[in-house]
């Protein structure tokens, strides 16, 4: 149900390559249908973008008086915008190849869906894909609306560009933060993958110690048996793992221009936060549990996306490295069996496991941290730029 419910954003913006029917994507007429209808509403936010940049904003405002915050909220929408047209572009430029991946995809997770036996194990891994899917649709709601709350508390007369240019904003940020969810699930369902190989491996690996501890040679069936189910798990999760890449190679532009939005929407939140605090900006409570709801629905959704840009990549490689190792004191299996592992870990070590954002640099937990202080630093500059010219215009 939760699946269905990203689906369903994804299609409403038009953020999908095409209808998805029972088991494969809808070809011919329906598909040509959704295209006009994408077609319509890239047009409409096209038409629409004038509006992100009133001129009246700055003088009739509550940033009218500070440079700085100026600054900070047209370069705050500049990025939105970015981010807004790297994902229709990418539609448009790469919706041959975004089909193929998808249906990559979903027969990727039908093969892996043969795994799940409903045990335990799997159960718990289902139930905690769940709760972050549920997670990131709490995040999606509750940034929307306050960023809506927000914007409708800014102090200008109720007119008719007045009106447009929240309507705009408001557009901009569902389009937005749908498309960084749709991301975000696409790698956490490849995760769910991985981990139910990984799981699967795991009960391999305690079948054949349980048979190393308790026989004094592997039964031909046996051998068999899991010489089969490891040459499988080889194969998905190489099949993952490419995945994993292409995803990364097809949306890098796009997750480029979402991650400099964050920056800078960072760096604009711990500024307004120091505005706030030493009551250089007039607020009220109503206000600031708005500011306060903003700065959890932001980091929330970066917690969550940077770990799981971890997991697919540093983390699960760690994971099925450490599993392999498992395998390698086991005496009773044949050599074919050897073979495999050693196949297995091959592939390991052959594909890098960290992703380059546009080929410049690694995003991970650990850089991240390192953003997040090079915001910190950003803003203490930012604040003494304020505070000077404060002095200045007293004297």
């Not at 038009?14 to 209808?19: C, I, T, Y």
């Not at 089969?228 to 793992?241: G, K, S, T």
């Not at 540093?314 to 005496?331: A, D, P, T, V």
């Not at 050693?342 to 991240?368: M, W």
Request: glycine letters at 4%; hydrophobic letters at 50%; charged letters at 15%.
């Amino acid at each position: 149900m939760l699946l269905k419910s990203f689906y369903a954003f994804g299609l409403v913006c038009g953020l999908v390559p095409a209808p998805l029917g029972k088991v494969r994507f809808l070809r011919g007429c329906s598909q040509r249908w959704y295209l006009l209808y994408t077609a319509c509403l890239h047009g409409v936010l096209l038409i629409l973008l004038p509006f992100t940049f009133p001129q009246f904003l700055h003088k009739e405002s509550n940033i009218g008086n500070n440079m700085v915050l100026q600054w900070t909220f047209t370069l705050t929408s500049i990025t939105r915008v970015l981010a807004m047209l790297s994902g229709g572009l990418m539609m448009w430029l790469r919706r041959k190849k975004l089909l193929r991946l998808s249906e990559n995809l979903l027969n990727h997770c039908l093969k892996c869906r043969m795994l799940d036996d409903r045990t335990t194990k799997y159960t718990t891994l289902w139930k905690k894909i769940r709760g972050l899917l549920t997670q990131t649709l709490i995040v999606v709601f509750l940034t929307i609306s306050v960023a809506a709350l927000i914007l409708q508390k800014i102090d200008t007369y109720h007119s008719f560009i007045n009106v447009s240019m929240i309507v705009v904003h408001v557009t901009q940020f569902i389009y937005v933060v749908i498309m960084m969810a749709g991301v975000y699930v696409i790698l956490l369902v490849l995760h769910w993958q991985s981990e139910l190989v990984y799981v699967a491996l795991k009960d391999l690996c305690v079948l054949l110690n349980h048979e190393e501890r308790n026989s004094l040679v592997l039964a031909e069936t046996k051998a068999k048996k899991s010489l089969a189910i490891l040459h499988n798990l080889r194969q998905l999760y190489a099949e993952n793992r490419r995945l994993i890449r292409e995803v990364f190679g097809t949306f890098d532009i796009p997750i480029a221009f979402m991650l400099l939005k964050m920056f800078v929407t960072n760096i604009n939140l711990v500024y307004h936060g120091v505005q706030f605090g030493n009551a250089s900006i007039e607020t009220s409570r109503y206000t600031k549990i708005l500011g306060q709801f903003v700065v959890i629905s932001h980091y929330w959704y970066a917690i969550l996306l940077m770990n799981v840009v971890d997991d697919v990549t540093r983390g699960s490689i760690l994971k099925m490295g450490s599993l392999l190792r498992e395998f390698s004191h086991l005496e009773l299996v044949k050599r074919d069996f050897q073979v495999q592992l050693e196949i297995f870990s091959d592939h390991l070590r052959c594909h890098p496991a960290a992703y380059k954002v546009c080929g410049l640099f690694i995003i991970n937990r650990q850089t991240s941290l390192v953003y997040f202080f090079y915001v910190l630093v950003q803003v203490l500059v930012l604040v003494q730029f304020d505070l000077k010219n404060k002095v200045e215009d007293t004297h």
